[in-house]
């Protein structure tokens, strides 16, 4: 029993951690008022990224960098489209995926198929040998630990430190912020860009180690899942977390479901998580004035200085 | 330096030139990137854009891929010119074809005059209620239409799979996943004998031009755009925003359900897994490269299909994957967005000051 727990927790926690790397970045890119809907490409190209550079290099640490690179790549092409040549943040995060989407399985065309190196667990020693709470907290590659420090540190970041302040009022106005000399692009760059390679993160963390291969269209929504995530959190940190281990749990949910044999089809309860975020969105979404207190109030809109 | 300053009004020039420009600059990074692969970049371009056309019946085979494109192309640009983010187009094409569709495999041996009308009426239905989902979730319950439209073409996609695996699969299929051929009755009509140009090819041009009639002459398309453009004078006008909301979504997801019963009924034949290499998609750029212009869509999607036969065509000739097409489309839709900066905007030339620069160095 205890061992059942046990793996069902490990394994909850191995699929929410790419939605909450995902949804971290993207935190920081909406805070910052840039709404970039082209998570899902930019996973797609960090997971080939990372994927194809760590069977060339043999090294997953290289692997992660280019992915996280990749990632950000990807996001510095929409930031020049949108912040630089003011285009349309909505179509140019289509844009992104669209591209991504095509690009990913260019770059991975010779890569389907083939068996993966894996992410090394770490095993922390001693610790990870305790019964139950060994595998569960200790007993995880490093991309988890990574996770939460980098959603503890985005809090900290944003809440705690001056340059979170700056970052917030661009995000919730870029006029007032540009009014006080704080340089607007810049930041929505350093920002988006941050977003971009923690997607690539996610992206290599899906190839490396959540189901080590590449295959086309892996990454399935988590990117668009993750967007969602967002709003679901109402832009905090602590329910970013809540909702990543929720879809988290979903998504295990609908793959223990149909390895029970239960004569439901497989087809439908694959729908699950995106039924979940549907049903997630118009319960957090109601709220109007909920929504409208915590989201960041320049998000989406373009910014440039006339003066 | 370059600086960009804004327009006093927007340039009708750009406003044309700029897709002419985002499309000859994909041609040229299209080819950089063939260069990269180890292509003869003319040669390769040449195969791609335009070897397509000149072969027998390439017009034709545009015709049918252009069809689904323009019909969901123009309800889209409708939709974005209302403000509304329907962006699950794909999933209400699916939709669509899986209503009309399980008319055909209910009732195989129903007279044509009353099966394929029938079918066509519970395509659109099926593409508006998809359609109709969202739009209920963001005038109701105020949920982001662009996500709660993405997530429902996943489950309509994943609908399709359990249909085809499930109660629809053809018995005699081999175990593939896939329905019975939709018999003869139930088979979108050939308008020219030998081509396979159907019924859809003709009624997408027809379509655009009510739309923009709609959209262009009449009370409610004058309603759609104010309320894409100012939502608060629509909102002093006494404009039902919600009303419009549901109409503009209606609208796109009637068009993309239609598009899908077309498709399965004409040059796919039957339901399978693979009904759209991903046509809900593209149209989104049709819209954007058409000037959010039903018209414009028709052009358009003459070129995004064209971008769909040169993949084909690079797969088999130069031995290329397909997925070059979703490259190209990407790349498009990256360089009109970007070009689009030309219609609001003027690019002006800052030349240094010398003096400023003088002080720089003397510091």
């Not at chain 2, 508006?128 to 209920?136: C, D, E, G, L, S």
């Not at chain 2, 003459?302 to 994957?321: F, N, R, V």
Request: glycine content about 12%.
């Amino acid at each position: 029993m205890i061992f059942l727990i046990t793996s069902l927790l490990v394994s909850i926690i191995a699929a929410s951690t790419p939605l909450m790397l995902a949804a971290t970045g993207e935190l920081i890119a909406e805070k910052a008022g840039v709404l970039n809907l082209g998570v899902e490409g930019m996973m797609l190209v960090g997971a080939v990224t990372g994927f194809v550079v760590t069977h060339l290099t043999g090294s997953t640490t290289l692997g992660i960098f280019a992915a996280i690179l990749a990632g950000a790549g990807m996001a510095l092409i929409f930031s020049v489209l949108t912040l630089t040549v003011l285009a349309n943040q909505i179509a140019t995060g289509l844009a992104l995926t669209l591209f991504g989407k095509g690009f990913s399985s260019l770059l991975g065309r010779n890569y389907v198929g083939v068996a993966g190196p894996t992410l090394p667990k770490l095993d922390i020693p001693v610790l990870s040998t305790i019964p139950f709470f060994g595998p569960v907290l200790f007993g995880h590659d490093a991309l988890i630990y990574l996770s939460f420090a980098i959603l503890i540190g985005t809090a900290w970041f944003l809440y705690r430190s001056h340059a979170g302040l700056i970052l917030r009022a661009v995000g919730d106005s870029h006029a007032a912020a540009h009014a006080l000399g704080y340089p607007v692009i810049r930041i929505r760059y350093a920002a988006t860009l941050f977003g971009g390679g923690m997607a690539g993160l996610a992206g290599v963390y899906m190839s490396l180690s959540y189901s080590p291969m590449w295959a086309e269209d892996m990454v399935a929504g988590r990117g668009w899942i993750a967007l969602a995530l967002v709003v679901f959190a109402a832009w905090r940190p602590f329910w970013l977390f809540v909702g990543a281990y929720l879809f988290g749990g979903i998504m295990y949910l609908s793959l223990y479901v149909q390895g029970l044999g239960i004569p439901v089809p497989s087809a439908l309860v694959s729908a699950l998580p995106y039924l979940g975020t549907i049903l997630v969105l118009v319960l957090i979404s109601r709220d109007r004035r909920r929504i409208r207190m915590n989201q960041p109030a320049s998000l989406g809109q373009s910014f440039h200085a006339t003066a | 330096m370059f600086r960009i300053e804004p327009r006093g009004y927007p340039s009708r020039f750009w406003s044309l030139g700029s897709p002419i420009l985002a499309i000859a600059l994909t041609i040229l990074v299209t080819g950089v990137i063939f260069a990269a692969m180890g292509q003869e970049p003319l040669v390769a371009v040449y195969t791609f854009l335009i070897a397509p056309l000149l072969e027998h019946n390439g017009l034709a085979a545009l015709a049918i891929r252009a069809a689904p494109l323009i019909m969901i192309g123009v309800g889209l640009s409708l939709c974005y010119r209302t403000n509304v983010w329907n962006i699950g187009a794909e999933g209400q094409f699916t939709l669509g074809a899986i209503s009309g569709g399980g008319l055909a495999l209910t009732f195989p041996d129903a007279p044509a005059e009353l099966l394929f009308p029938g079918m066509l009426a519970l395509g659109v239905i099926g593409g508006m209620f998809w359609a109709a989902i969202p739009a209920w979730l963001r005038t109701r319950y105020n949920a982001n239409e662009i996500l709660t439209s993405l997530m429902l073409h996943y489950i309509a996609g994943l609908l399709l799979v359990y249909l085809v695996t499930g109660p629809w699969k053809d018995p005699h299929g081999f175990g593939f996943p896939q329905s019975a051929l939709f018999s003869s009755t139930a088979t979108t009509p050939i308008i020219v004998p030998g081509t396979g140009v159907h019924l859809g090819c003709a009624l997408a041009p027809l379509l655009a031009a009510i739309a923009w009639l709609v959209l262009n002459k009449s009370v409610l398309g004058f309603k759609l755009r104010v309320v894409g453009q100012a939502p608060r004078a629509a909102r002093f006008a006494g404009f039902n925003e919600d009303r419009l909301i549901w109409t503009a979504m209606l609208i796109s997801g009637g068009l993309a359900g239609l598009a899908g019963i077309l498709e399965v009924a004409g040059p796919v034949g039957q339901l399978t897994t693979t009904i759209s290499p991903g046509y809900g998609f593209s149209a989104v750029i049709v819209a954007f490269l058409g000037r959010l212009d039903p018209i414009g869509a028709v052009f358009a999607g003459l070129l995004l299909a064209l971008s769909y036969l040169g993949g084909d065509a690079a797969q088999i000739d130069l031995g290329l994957p397909n997925a070059v097409t979703g490259i190209f489309q990407g790349i498009l839709l990256f360089f009109l967005l970007g070009c689009d900066l030309l219609i609001r905007y003027r690019i002006k030339r800052v030349r240094p000051n010398p003096a400023v620069t003088l002080t720089g160095i003397a510091e």
